[in-house]
């Protein structure tokens, strides 16, 4: 599966993106997929996920409430609508595809698939 992220961009405190992940070459729609973040010298984190069938959606708790994971199975798509956005959602946003169907809290260590990143820039 490759994976392709876009969307990125510099936005104020406040303010909204949208993310997409367009995916070719695989078994897009028996997987479930996830977004991460990663700032420099730190650990990529997880930020949430979404189930084969967009039936079940995971967030962490720091975005609860501001972002919002979809998917578009029939484009091989996959959206991450972010608002509200804070300074410390500054980071470079990668789409993951997982082996499974389903998502649990150990999924993100199963991720075999991930798309290139994209830079989210929140200014105070």
């Not at 992220?5 to 995916?23: F, I, K, M």
Request: with cysteine; glycine share 10%; charged share 15%.
């Amino acid at each position: 599966v490759q994976l392709q992220a876009s969307g990125g961009g510099l936005v104020q405190a406040g303010g909204s993106l949208r993310l997409s992940c367009a995916a070719s070459g695989g078994t897009f729609s028996r997987r479930a997929m996830a977004w991460f973040r990663q700032v420099p010298g730190k650990e990529r984190d997880f930020v949430t996920a979404i189930t084969r069938n967009g039936g079940f959606a995971d967030y962490a708790d720091s975005v609860k409430g501001r972002f919002t994971i979809s998917r578009d199975n029939a484009k091989n798509m996959v959206y991450l609508q972010m608002n509200s956005l804070e300074p410390e959602d500054t980071a470079v946003y990668y789409c993951a595809a997982a082996p499974t169907t389903f998502w649990t809290a150990n999924s993100a260590t199963s991720i075999d698939y991930w798309g290139q990143g994209t830079q989210v820039t929140v200014s105070s």
